[in-house]
């Protein structure tokens, strides 16, 4: 079968990405290749499915359920996209896993590092994806979190357990600040904000 010069150039950056030819869902190639691959597709004026245009391009096609729930198909998943067991960028490499990862490890009262390391996995953070900002600074956002974290803990100490099963919400909005800054962990975003931060499984025991 005869490819043109970009369907060539596509298969080769799909394979980056696909090592195995079997594709599960479409979130394992980056958003900027699987647009590409859209256009390439109305350019060439293929009739068909985005599917069948893969099946084409001489891949197979095998869908998973797009919100796996079970641990297996989580780790499945991650070995997938990191083989060494090291993660690092899952946020922006699959988006949807991310999203799930943090949700289980917020029903296990545990953050995301920890969680993946309960199944296996070292989580590496990448200092290099956002810059960090010359001086650190309050905006808007940070006011609100930190009055809704003072009426949680109007003593100024924070277990971050606790903080999880109060406020979710503010605990994942935190978190995704966190990253947003370059900070390493929560517990240093939170101790910016001038908390002291503390952990049961760390030692800390309620009284």
């Known amino acids: 079968m005869k490819y043109s010069k970009e369907e060539l150039g596509l298969m080769k950056a799909i394979d980056q990405h696909v090592k195995t030819k079997k594709i599960t869902y479409y979130k394992a190639i980056p958003q900027e290749l699987y647009q590409k691959i859209k256009d390439i597709m109305k350019a060439k004026n293929f009739r068909g499915s985005l599917q069948e245009y893969f099946e084409f391009l001489g891949y197979i096609f095998i869908p998973t359920s797009k919100y796996p729930k079970d641990t297996n198909d ?9 083989p060494s067991r090291y993660v690092t960028n899952l946020e922006n490499i699959d988006r949807n896993l991310y999203y799930i990862i943090q949700d289980k490890a917020l029903q296990n009262k545990v953050d995301i590092p920890e969680y993946l390391n309960k199944l ?11 810059p960090h900002p010359p001086t650190y600074y309050i905006g808007a956002s940070e006011k609100e979190y930190i009055n809704r974290l003072n009426k949680l803990f109007p003593e100024g100490t924070i277990v971050i357990e606790e903080l999880i099963e109060k406020d979710s919400w503010l605990f994942k909005s935190i978190n995704y600040l966190r990253q947003i800054r370059s900070i390493q962990t929560i517990d240093e975003q939170l101790e910016l904000f001038g908390y002291k931060v503390l ?5 800390f025991k309620e009284t």
């Open 74 to 82: 989580i780790i499945r998943l991650l070995m997938q996209h990191f």
């Open 120 to 130: 296996g996995f070292n989580f590496v953070f990448n200092s290099n994806i956002y």
């Open 199 to 203: 952990r049961r499984w760390n030692g």
